[in-house]
């Protein structure tokens, strides 16, 4: 039952997820494509993550970020393909007020590791081509290992705030969400209340978080991109290229969505091309990121 405040507004305590509006026999079909992705992209990075952790060989701080970058990606994926999988297929579209909140907290902490995680990434392969001879001192196993932690905290730290400030606003009737997960925008439409000012730190926020770890991986390439165009032969910078090319495929992929997505202005955004976008960031593209690592790597 919807509860009533003191301006005799009905305040939802259920959401609606929209999700794609199309015909049954339609929605059958991208349940069926959808969950076959998801379970190749499931498989794929859970053998990523056996292989580093069973092979002494892979025992390198390459590939324990590799696997760390590959457990961010099962969890960011689980967070929101599966509740789309079970509109698809029930047309069970509510979800609860904690559980959309706890969705939305997962799904920008999650993704905000993994643009940190991108950034170590990026200083670990600046270390092997920049810095050759000290790459052994200063990127240990330790040292990799804590630098993933430090990911994986920040991101989840950086995302509290905005799901702490998001628990506390009101959401009126009606109680439809526009998109297939909780989306910060499409919950912003729904507040009764004036969001402006949270909008406007939230997006301080998403720019810092985004934007500066896609400037420290860009400073990370500009120092890269100099050393290898100072090795002589033509194998040797095809060689040391080579070594961070998957890296900079999957930012560039990654960082392509996020940015469109994310650092904007969120009122008045129409949600249509946003689906689309989600989707590929969501579905399509962690499934990608495993064959890409995979067929540029030999090991």
């Known amino acids: 039952m919807p509860k009533i405040d003191n301006g005799n507004r009905s305040i939802a305590s259920t959401f609606i997820i929209v999700g794609f509006e199309t015909l049954r026999e339609l929605e059958l079909v991208l349940f069926s494509l959808f969950t076959g992705m998801y379970i190749l992209t499931i498989g794929a990075h859970c053998l990523v993550i056996t292989l580093v952790a069973v092979d002494k060989r892979l025992h390198k701080p390459m590939y324990i970020l590799l696997a760390n970058f590959s457990m961010l990606e099962v969890l960011y994926t689980t967070v929101t393909v599966p509740k789309m999988l079970d509109a698809l297929l029930t047309r069970r579209k509510d979800i609860s007020s904690p ?6 907290y997962f799904l920008f ?4 590791a993994e643009n940190c995680l991108l950034a170590v990434m990026a ?4 270390l092997a081509i920049c810095r050759p001879l000290h790459y052994p001192t200063l990127m240990t196993g330790r040292t990799s290992i804590n630098l993933a932690l430090g990911a994986w905290f920040g991101g989840l730290l950086a995302a509290f705030p905005p799901a ?8 009126c009737f009606p109680n439809f969400i526009d998109h ?7 919950l912003l439409k729904l507040s009764c209340e004036d969001t402006s000012a949270g909008e406007f730190v939230f997006m301080v926020m998403s720019w810092s978080v985004i934007l500066g770890c896609f400037f420290l991986i860009m400073v990370s390439y500009t ?3 100099l050393a290898v165009l100072r090795i002589q032969s033509t194998d040797g910078q095809r060689k040391a290229f080579g070594t961070c090319a998957s890296h900079l495929a999957v930012v560039s992929i990654f960082y392509g969505t996020v940015i469109f997505m994310y650092i904007r202005p969120t009122s008045h955004i129409r949600f249509s091309m946003d689906k689309v ?3 590929f960031y969501c579905v399509v593209t962690p499934l990608m990121n495993p064959i890409i690592y995979c067929l540029r790597n030999q090991e």
Do not use: E, H, M, N
């Open 164 to 171: 702490v400030w998001i628990s506390t606003l009101k959401f």
């Open 180 to 186: 297939f997960f909780c989306d910060y925008a499409p």
């Open 99 to 104: 559980c959309c909140l706890a969705q939305f």
């Open 223 to 225: 120092f890269i991109i």
């Open 109 to 112: 902490g999650l993704g905000a």
């Open 123 to 126: 200083y670990d392969r600046y």
């Open 277 to 279: 976008v989600s989707v």
